[in-house]
């Protein structure tokens, strides 16, 4: 039996939005991850399994391996189509935000999402959702959206209208929100559900394969480089980081996807509890954050690095230097120390 998480009004009101609904729009946050693409996918599908007119609009372009999610090379980039973006958003009669608890969080999209005139449903798993939707699903306890979108599909009782390709799509943002259920997966229900997607047909070793273990050259060339040449490592005070300048990435011809799981790297050496990477932008720093037991990078990152997140997966945007990031991170050792590491 899956735990329903979700009170009844507020899936009555999810129901009737989705019912009265003809035009619908799923938005997610920028650079979108497996969560975000894997319960947007998932949700689209559904929907027109129903006969609902549904699109995905995703604020800017997708990781090279995240293509490979049934339904996500059909999603609509407002990088590359502004106008077609705002054209399916402003026609919509139902907007459905997945993966992210706030509008800043998907760019060039906010006003557009502010300024609608659309029933607005947020289905989230982080902490503090803003106050913008209609219809509010938020369980920050729960490890990723799209293990919270299974409940919810179960709760509207639809479980019947999964197929495998609502299956992979689902149990994708599972396993990439916690590094192939190596963080943030101690809840023994969340594998009870991997076993439904698998019944459902999701190939669990192919997913991993292609989301883990698929890598471009130039991909592998610069991970190796960040290990070898790019990072840092206190062991005395638990910690690690890594650092990578803009002509760093621009030399092994960097694209959006190339350094994902890097941050989770350094917590394979012995005595590293927490690991940060920190990768140039051209007009911030891009802070990435993991670690191991109880220390808290979603507390770091949301003090110190204008983000958050989770306890053991975090991040957040430094409004600064590649230089002033990493001087602040190495500030912080020995104060770390004393505040969470036992």
């Known amino acids: 039996m899956i735990s329903q998480p979700i009170d009844k009004p507020t899936l009555e009101a999810l129901r009737a939005a989705l019912d009265d609904a003809e035009r619908i729009v799923i938005l997610t946050h920028m650079s979108p991850d497996g969560d975000a693409i894997g319960s947007s996918t998932a949700m689209q599908r559904l929907l027109l399994a129903l006969g609902k007119e549904a699109r995905i609009v995703i604020p800017d372009m997708l990781p090279g391996q995240l293509r490979r999610v049934p339904g996500a090379k059909e999603a609509v980039d407002a990088t590359r189509y502004p106008d077609f973006a705002r054209q399916l958003i402003d026609g919509a009669d139902l907007l459905l935000c997945f993966d992210f608890n706030e509008p800043g969080r998907i760019g060039r999209l906010a006003t557009a999402l502010t300024e609608a005139t659309a029933t607005k449903v947020l289905i989230d798993h982080h902490l503090h959702p803003a106050d913008f939707a209609d219809v509010v699903i938020s369980h920050p306890e729960l490890s990723s959206t799209c293990y919270l979108l299974f409940k919810v599909l179960c709760g509207l009782e639809l479980f019947g209208l999964i197929d495998n390709k609502i299956a992979e799509s689902i149990l994708t943002g599972m396993m990439t929100d916690t590094g192939n259920f190596s963080y943030n997966a101690s809840d023994p229900e969340l594998y009870l559900v991997v076993a439904e ?29 960040a290990i070898s040449e ?43 509890v927490y690991s940060a990477f920190l990768r140039e932008e051209d007009d911030f720093v891009k802070v990435s954050m993991r670690s191991v037991g109880d220390f808290p990078v979603n507390i770091l990152c949301r003090e110190h690095f204008g983000g958050g997140g989770h306890l053991n997966a975090a991040g957040g945007e430094f409004r600064g230097t590649l230089a002033e990031a990493a001087d602040l991170f190495r500030s912080l050792l020995n104060t770390n120390k004393e505040k969470y590491i036992h």
């Open 197 to 225: 997607l698998m019944r459902k047909g999701a190939d669990k070793e192919r997913i991993y394969r292609e989301q883990f273990e698929t890598h471009s050259l130039d991909s592998m060339r610069l991970n190796a480089y």
């Open 230 to 272: 790019r990072m840092e490592v206190w062991p005395d005070c638990g910690a690690a980081l890594i650092t990578l300048t803009r002509d760093e990435l621009n030399r092994f011809h960097y694209a959006k996807g190339d350094t994902e799981g890097l941050v989770n790297r350094p917590l394979a050496v012995p005595g590293v």
